[in-house]
């Protein structure tokens, strides 16, 4: 199934000049998975932060459908 | 011969520097002892760069009326001909030297490799 | 048991208003063993000196200026100060941290802590520079705007001395007032500005030019250098110098947690017309606290609004939270408020419960949500009790008792919720609802974990006690030693090691964890003797009952049985009872 991608704050450059890209990946696969298949290893990603799947939060484990817009962001912490 | 520079968009008033001085210098945490006072503050609505540092001008030495200041990569006083007079922190243009005790206290880059410039943490400081 | 420690001055200045008297006394190095500075220290203190039962606002109050054993050294982001009293807004005990260089010129002038006692009988202002004390007139001073304020004693006593000013919501005895210092920079939360004002005490004016000494120096001088480079000046860092506390706009909004008119709901889509980008375009400058690394503070001006700011909480305060976009009103709001002295979390959330009250019909204040002109316009009526500012200067939970519109008065035992929707971050409920102050977001600040590393899910009550305790407890030792939050990266490792090496004396990494849950304890301990429990603990009705309409959270309400449940995971994890109470053995084992 296809998705979109969109990367947010410091992620950003991971993408070079793309706002966003389109992902073809296994249906059902998760938010971790379907990053895998764009590059992107959150593990390795010190300063990864959340996603949401069009404009829900959710976390990373959690299943995606069709046409489904995945977002990230880098984390920013503080008080 | 390379000297400090201030890049005061770049500084953010911590005055770290001069409380590393101080330690290196004076084994204290002491800036008021610091050869070098980097401070802002506001002032009528404005932000204020107060940048008291050495550029090595060599003012102090031509001022000096018993030789005690030599100038070459570095600054140095001989603080056995020193004389306390202050001849030399009045001339200088920065503002950085203290006299105390009868002696005049004077940046030295820590002899080329400058303290404050390895911990200014935004790169305000430089040595070039 | 206490050797002398290096870094601490251990010398406390206690300042008697009523005699107008100074005296030195040390330290108690028993209390600063076991509670470090700042934070841990003054509540230590404050336990030991503040009888249960006394009017906040009376003469047998105290307010404690309180440094750490790292103040005054180049650890980055150690410049903050403790400031705390009991408080005017809860009766609780308040802990306030102030940025701005105050706080090292008070380490070097010579004190760990300076301590105010009793009240002045005339409008006045304290003068200490280095040993040297004295009590200065403040007839002229009195009735002025912080800023106005700060701006005449600068110009008689120069750039060397810090001011710390009230303003007339402090004169005045708001429960939301504040203390400034450097223009825009606040000892903000829980009417502390009262406490100076109850003592007719208009400013505190400090200089000190004496030094800190610590253990080893040049060694322990290269290897903060050293963590200065690898763990606080780092690429994941880079936002505090860039952005500052507006990078949590975009973060809060698409994490489901930005206040949308006074918590009716959450996310605001046209945020970006107030954000970080917009505002950096009016900046004029950067600027950090004394010994800070990453630089936070903006200044900047925007039309005829100036402020060093507006912090995240100002913004959406006055922002979505008041339905409000325009950014100019902002900083305005943000200017205002710093110059009347008023806390802009408190008396912003006052204001917008004002606006729904309005629109609601339950009663008429006058004010809707987006006018933004009247809101700023009410600070100043809060600040002078004039007008409607009279009710509002009450705060959300009198005025609330008073006219109804409880549910949706946004409060925890009478101190105003800070800008993060709990029904997007469940375990923030909790974390609101056992601060040691009322509701404060800097004591255990659950969106680092369920929102912006998403370490824990946010929409559950699963384990949340013990991640609501895990967070306090970082942040309580990390208050005490005294580390600025932004340091975001620091270890328990870390803080053992800079504690090590300045006092000279063995601190581990463990005793980092137990002294921050002593200090939870001593904090819980204090209210207990003035009467608190399980029933102050509490959640604003709208949190359990109402939905979110609309954001990545929408749909999300915490159950009330959650709420209880979170609660009571918390107390198992302290070892308080059912009823929130501490055993005594365990109030004995902490003092």
């Not at chain 2, 204290?28 to 050495?54: Q, V």
């Not at chain 2, 056995?80 to 503002?95: T, V």
């Not at chain 3, 009523?18 to 076991?34: I, Q, S």
């Not at chain 3, 200067?393 to 008073?402: F, P, V």
Request: with cysteine; charged share 25%.
């Amino acid at each position: 199934m296809e998705i979109t991608i969109t990367l947010r704050g410091t992620l950003k450059k991971l993408f070079g000049e793309d706002k966003e890209r389109k992902v073809e990946v296994p249906e059902g696969c998760t938010c971790d998975e379907a990053l895998q298949v764009a590059g992107i290893n959150y593990r390795e990603i010190p300063n990864f932060g959340f996603v949401a799947v069009n404009g829900m939060r959710v976390m990373i484990d959690d299943k995606l459908s069709p046409g489904d817009e995945l977002k990230a962001w880098s984390r920013v912490s503080g008080g | 011969m390379k000297r400090l520079k201030f890049a005061k968009e770049k500084c953010i008033g911590c005055q770290l520097c001069a409380q590393v001085c101080s330690a290196m210098k004076e084994g204290e945490y002491i800036p008021s002892k610091a050869r070098i006072a980097i401070e802002t503050c506001y002032d009528n609505g404005n932000l204020k760069y107060m940048d008291h540092f050495c550029i090595l001008c060599g003012m102090c030495a031509k001022a000096c009326p018993v030789e005690a200041i030599s100038i070459g990569e570095y600054i140095q006083v001989d603080e056995e001909k020193c004389i306390g007079c202050g001849a030399c922190a009045e001339k200088c243009p920065k503002h950085v030297v203290q006299i105390r005790d009868e002696i005049a206290y004077i940046c030295d880059t820590c002899k080329g490799d400058p303290t404050c410039v390895k911990t200014c943490p935004q790169n305000a400081l430089t040595f070039e | 048991m206490t050797n002398t420690m290096l870094g601490y001055q251990n010398k406390v200045l206690r300042i008697d208003l009523t005699k107008k008297g100074a005296t030195f006394e040390p330290l108690r190095m028993d209390f600063a063993r076991k509670y470090v500075g700042s934070k841990g220290l003054a509540i230590r203190y404050m336990y030991e000196e503040l009888e249960p039962g006394i009017d906040p606002l009376g003469p047998e109050n105290k307010l404690f200026l309180t440094t750490g054993p790292l103040t005054g050294t180049p650890v980055p982001c150690s410049g903050k100060l403790s400031v705390a009293a009991k408080s005017p807004a809860t009766g609780t005990m308040n802990d306030c941290s102030i940025g701005g260089h105050v706080g090292i010129r008070l380490k070097f002038a010579g004190y760990d802590m300076a301590i105010f006692e009793g009240k002045l009988k005339e409008p006045g202002y304290v003068l200490i520079d280095n040993d040297r004390i004295r009590f200065m007139d403040a007839t002229d001073l009195w009735g002025l705007g912080s800023h106005e304020t700060e701006s005449i004693l600068a110009k008689k006593y120069g750039p060397e001395y810090s001011i710390m000013s009230i303003g007339p919501a402090g004169e005045n005895l708001c429960v939301m007032s504040c203390i400034n210092s450097d223009y825009y920079r606040q000892a903000g939360r829980g009417g502390i500005g009262a406490v100076m004002g109850s003592k007719n005490m208009k400013a505190i004016v400090i200089r000190g030019t004496g030094g800190v000494k610590v253990n080893d120096i040049v060694n322990t001088t290269n290897r903060i250098i050293e963590i200065l480079r690898e763990d606080v000046v780092t690429e994941d860092n880079d936002f505090i110098f860039h952005d500052g506390t507006t990078a949590f706009l975009e973060a809060c909004n698409d994490g489901g947690i930005l206040p949308w008119k006074n918590f009716s709901d959450t996310t605001d889509e046209k945020w970006t017309e107030y954000n970080g980008e917009v505002l950096k375009q009016y900046r004029e400058g950067k600027r950090g606290c004394g010994s800070c690394g990453l630089g936070c503070g903006n200044f900047l001006k925007i039309g005829d609004a100036i402020c060093e700011g507006p912090e995240y909480e100002s913004i959406s305060v006055a922002g979505p939270n008041a339905g409000i976009r325009d950014p100019e009103k902002i900083v305005k709001f943000n200017q205002v408020a710093d110059d009347m002295g008023l806390d802009t979390i408190s008396a912003g959330d006052t204001i917008i419960w004002a606006m729904e009250m309005t629109e609601k019909g339950i009663h008429d204040f006058g004010i809707k949500f987006g006018e933004a002109d009247k809101m700023i316009e009410y600070l100043k009526l809060m600040a002078k009790n004039e007008g409607v500012g009279k009710d509002l200067a009450l705060g959300t939970k009198r005025a609330s008792e008073k006219y109804g519109g409880t549910e949706f008065a946004m409060q925890v035992k009478g101190l105003e919720y800070p800008q993060y929707e709990p029904r997007g971050s469940w375990a923030m409920s909790v974390s609101y609802a056992v601060s040691d102050r009322g509701a404060c977001h800097m004591r255990s600040y659950a969106p680092n974990a369920e929102v912006f590393e998403a370490s824990a899910p946010p929409y559950t009550g699963e384990n949340k006690g013990q991640l609501v305790y895990d967070l306090a407890e970082f942040n309580a030792i990390k208050f005490s030693l005294c580390i600025c939050d932004f340091w975001g990266t620091i270890t328990y490792d870390i803080m053992a090691e800079l504690l090590t090496r300045v006092t000279g004396v063995e601190w581990t990494t463990e005793q980092m964890a137990e002294i921050g849950r002593r200090v939870i304890n001593i904090g819980r301990a204090f209210n207990q003797r003035e009467g608190f429990d399980r029933k102050h603990d509490t959640v604003p009705k709208r949190v359990v009952t109402e939905a979110l309409k609309s954001g990545p959270a929408k749909g999300q309400v915490i159950p009330q049985e959650v709420f209880d449940d979170m609660l009571t995971q918390y107390y198992n994890v302290m070892g308080w009872d059912e009823n929130g109470l501490m055993p005594e053995e365990l109030i004995a084992s902490i003092l």
